[in-house]
């Protein structure tokens, strides 16, 4: 291979090669970094030596290749030629076409030197030294090697990795992609209130994104990215902030830090991605959108209307259907018919089936109404067993009088889910007619009915699932008026087990699939005469299906998000979340877990909690920081907050201002018609204490 050779002065030296289709892939021996190269193009034949002077090498516009050695070729061998194919050239300035200029090597170094890519997507790669490379137009595949470099990506889309060194990447015009990299480790820093960066990675560089939507992505390590850094080394000529221009960050894995916000604030919108990993994340005064990922993530919002997601948002909420265990189908039932007579199978459908009335996840069940094939106006209900002692709870009437009722009318209860996740159903046999039509009584969808063991007797306690029938009595309490209601009560009892809740000791429910085909409808037949009558169990025919379990697959960490001012969205999607609600009009949502929302300001506008869960997540609104005043050991809670309800079932919390009641916080949903007293012993609502 022949060499060009300069003199001692300013020379321009012109490439010379080979046409040829360039199959390879390049692989840079700092970043790691593949590049598939599958184009024709003119493969450098020369070898070139500048001698003195400041000196260029030229490219023509046909797509040019010049390797450093063998290695930059991607051949290694023992037999390879490992000679530098350039000597003292300080500048290369590449023409029009796509083409490569590779100086890294594992053999060789080289530096400083410039190089200009000219027109077309170009890839540019240098060695050590501090060095100038610019892209200019096309979309160029940047990176440099140890050294101060300064990467110009200029026009189009291009690709900028700095490597080792204090260098300054500069993206330009287009949408550019920027590498953070490694240059240390943080030692010996003060360590603030909100995070402590010793340890962490350190990178030299100075990221300035330019016009388009521009990213940087970090690497998988532990990494730190503070806008304003007055004590790392950085390159001449940078100043200001360590950070501009960028719209997109992605931090990778790792624990990372970044703050938008130490000194200097980024005035930028920008969205930044945390990835895996405990990251704590500020952003400047933009509209921003942060992104804690997986791990125990710290979100900051700023100034500006921002979203934050403890998550990804890459999770959704599934509805997993609810199935019942039975795999007995519903017989046909015949007026006056006794179920046994009708066939075997249609016997065996009597009981419920175990499992079939247990729900471990909070959610609603809905039953309706379909036939009464009975002469007595029944009354049907619902209610809750406790888990622990069998204590029959939250005792509702859905229909007072099934006969005035037509098919297919609904009525919904909730289902608080584990550890309570039992519950039943009974009927008053002729309780409307009984109680002379329930007068001066609201039973129907009202807390006014307990089951209680020897009413009025010595041992006198609320009834469980496990006490004889005829010591139970169905007693009726708004306040005013008690009575005991009239009529046998006859429970909903498991398949083949004790039956001693009804009074005459008998099974009075049948029950099974609607469709053998569909597991998400239970039919549930009650016989309403005493000791069964004539056992064609149609006097109370209902229709039960339970609402889907709904199951966050968000990334499930313990996030903080801090949407600071302006008019945010805090989403803590998983795990046990902290949502701080300060300026503005923010709207939050806990997600899935044990979340905290902390309202810190009272501004005169009026911030929403979307998914305020009182029994599943236990999730708790602290508003302490906004009773301006308030002493708990001396004041009443009334005087300072009060809760007003909205006509769709949303609450709105209000609380005293300069002697007059303000809106601050709704809550979409309500609190399950709990009050304001029994939220604040629950530990659901904190008015006294700070839980940040």
Known sequence: MAT???TNNTDYLFFQGVSQHLTLTLVNPYSGELIEVDTDIIVNSQSY???GGFDYLMFGNQGEALFLDSSSYGDQSASADMTPKIKNIDYIIAGAGGDIVNLASAVNTYGPIRIDGGAGDDVLWTNDGDDIVSGLDGNDHIVTGAGNDYLKGQNDDDYLNGGGGADLLDGGNGNDQLKYTV??????????DLYNINGHNQ???????GAGYDSLTMTEGDDVLLITDST???HSSSSGDRISGI?????????DIIDLANSSIYMDDVTIRGGAGDDFVRSGSGTDVLYGGE????LYGGAGNDVLYGGNNSGSIETHDHLFSTETVFPTLKERKNIKKLDDEAASAVGIAEGDLTVEYKTTATFSFVESGAGYKNTLGFYRINHEDGTIEGVEVGFANVKAYKAGTEYTVDLPGAPDSDFGFFIVANGYTRNKSYKDMDVEGTDHLKFIYDYGGADERPATIYDAGNKISLVYDDGETVKVLKGEVYHTTARGEDTDLNQDGENHVVSGLLDENDQSVLRIGFEDLKNLGDADYNDVVFDLTIKGQQIDTSEAGNDILDGGAGDDILYGEGGNDLLIIGDGADIAYGGSGHDVFAVTTLDGQVDEIRDFDIMGDADVLDIHDILDGYDPLADAIDDFVRFSAQDNGDVMVQVQHDGQFEDAVLVTGGFDNQTLQQLIDQGQIVVDADVI
């Open 4 to 6: 060009v050779t300069g």
């Open 49 to 51: 030596d500048g001698l």
């Open 183 to 192: 240059d240390g480790q943080w030692a010996d820093a003060p360590v603030g």
């Open 203 to 209: 990178s030299y560089d100075t990221f300035r994104g």
């Open 232 to 234: 790392e080394p950085r």
């Open 247 to 255: 719209e997109e960050i992605d931090a990778g894995g790792g624990d």
């Open 295 to 298: 791990g125990n993530d710290a």
